[in-house]
């Protein structure tokens, strides 16, 4: 075989050609690294297609139906997802409201001059340990401390406020709202961390234009700094969204697991996660088929979320440059 | 007299005044000092209740012994933290390998491609997928296929949660590697395998590292995936002598999902020390990533 490249004149030279092992190695690499991105796209694919295909089954027998459906008994074969839908996306906008307010503020306080230096990094790494405990360990943090915490607050809001259809029944354990705050807990932690990219990446001139016009610290976040990095922080908040979404094991410990529509925050509920965690391990063939067309449903839900975040994130990210 | 007051008037004060704009941006800061701090009491509220609940039960026993059935007393979780420890080994085993592949291709070899775009965002989303559809997807390819619950469902689903962080977080290292580094190693002759091989990856390796044990921290909590992949097992993973790798496997996390649950004082206690022992774990391996990963230059 012809050598691929010249030999140099001088044999003592540091400066080697690639042998032809070299050369053979070097293109083998590369192939081994093309296989490993490909390998990352077959995955997503075979994620969306192995699910898909379970599901197809469950999708001709119920169809629509089980999107609109409000009952869930095994014994009688009737599968309704609505309560669990419902539930999801009523949770999840509950902890996004919580959890967004307090990522925001939590960004805010990190990035514009509120802490000097130590004590930032003191509270950025509460932020990034409140991220590392396992969700299971806040769901049983969850039973054991939120519900009793809440109980008093709760009884006293239905007592007197009875009315409002949002404190309309009693919290009899779990339910809705320790989940979405637990949930609350687990997002901030990343609305947190992107928005605080989102503030840091606004120009050092931008906020010192606003105060030589003679702005107040707060004038300044409110009507410079915040309108600037406004769209890393809504993507950042579309980002908690889909986390709260998808997120399993708090709402299966919390939310109660019960399949009803309720506007009270209150009353136990169901979501489409917690509906999986519970039913697949002990499901028979048929209501496999059923749980796959759940599990689509929220593989799609969190999907569309999830794109639209990322797509924010990447419009954020070419405004800023 | 009346004529110096009404010229004084007209000058803007220059003291500051609590009203108005002072008053908003103080009130303003309390609040978000206040929400800061709220925010943090959760974590020492977690903290508080393993230490206090989870460290009375911490003994030597809870890491020799197995589960406890119903009313028993005593017991503990070892086979769950064995069962842990091998499926997040599995998943490493896969994850890692591929996932520097990848980001060696996405950092190095074809940054802007059409390939390297895609699959980029497909990471993305993938980091933004519910634990529990990798659970599914998991049950789907290699409990359907096998006919069992085992540690490698297990681990093939805590793998599918891994690689995207991996990915992601190597690329990013790979990018901090000074080009004039590259370009040196490219001057002598280097293939751009050897450059990866013998500048890239040596230069990178502590923030590669840091990817690597927040993925595996992150895949150690994991409880939603395991539900139905690897189910729970009340007995070891090495049963009479030999491996039972195709067989239901116990984790601390799924240790604790089940006896949150129950209504006996024993088991509660054993969640709450399997909770800490996984908090542990997890701390741990986040502050060395801390120390490993500290840029050097």
Known sequence: ?321 | MSNLSSVLSAVPSLQRKLEGRALRSILLSALVWISALVASVPLFSVLYMLIMRGGSRLSLEVFTELPPAGFEMGGGFGNALVGTFVMVGIAAAIAIPVGIMAAVFLAELGPSSKLANTARFAAKTLTGLPSILAGVFAYAMVVLTTGTYSAPAGGVALAVLMLPIVVLTAEEAMKMVPKIMKDAAYGMGCTRSQVVWKVVLPTGMPAILTGVMLAVARAAGETAPLLFTALFSNYWIFHEGQLEVMSPTASLAVLIYNFSGMPFDNQLELAWAASLVLVMIVLVVNVVSRIVGKPKF
């Open chain 1, 1 to 321: 075989m012809e050598k691929p490249f010249v030999v140099p004149a001088q044999a003592d030279s540091v400066c080697q050609p690639p042998s032809s092992l070299e050369f053979f190695v070097d293109r083998a690499f590369r192939a081994l690294a093309r296989i490993g991105v490909i390998l990352i796209l077959a995955l997503v694919v075979a994620l969306v297609f192995e699910i898909g295909r379970k599901a197809i089954p469950g999708i001709q027998k119920y169809g629509i139906d089980m999107l609109i459906g409000t009952v869930w008994d095994v014994n009688q074969q009737k599968f309704g997802i609505l309560p669990a839908i419902w539930g999801t996306l009523y949770s999840a906008l509950i902890a996004l409201l919580i959890g967004g307010f307090f990522g925001v503020a939590m960004a805010i306080f990190l990035t514009q001059d509120f802490l000097p230096a130590r004590l930032a990094a003191v509270f950025r790494t509460i932020v990034e340990l409140l991220a590392a405990i396992p969700s299971v360990v806040y769901g049983l943090w969850g039973i054991f401390v939120v519900i009793p915490a809440i109980r008093p607050l709760t009884d006293g809001l239905h007592a007197a406020f009875g009315w409002i259809p949002f404190f309309g029944t009693t919290l009899s354990g779990p339910g809705l709202l320790p989940a979405s705050l637990v949930l609350a807990i687990m997002i901030l932690p990343t609305i947190a961390a992107v928005s605080q990219d989102a503030l840091r990446s606004v120009p050092m001139k931008t906020k010192q234009a606003a105060y030589g016009m003679g702005t107040t610290h707060w004038e300044a976040i409110l009507k410079v700094m915040v309108p600037s990095a406004a769209t890393g922080i809504f993507g950042a908040l579309v980002l908690g969204l889909g986390r709260a979404l998808g997120e399993t094991m708090a709402l299966a410990m919390l939310v109660g697991n019960s399949n009803q529509i309720s506007l009270s925050l209150f009353s136990p509920a169901n979501t489409l996660s917690a509906l999986l965690a519970l039913n697949f391990p002990e499901a028979g063939p048929n209501e496999i088929e059923v749980l796959m067309y759940a599990a689509l449903i929220l593989m799609f839900i969190t999907l569309v979320v999830n794109v639209i975040g990322s797509l924010i994130m990447a419009y954020a990210q070419r405004g800023a440059r």
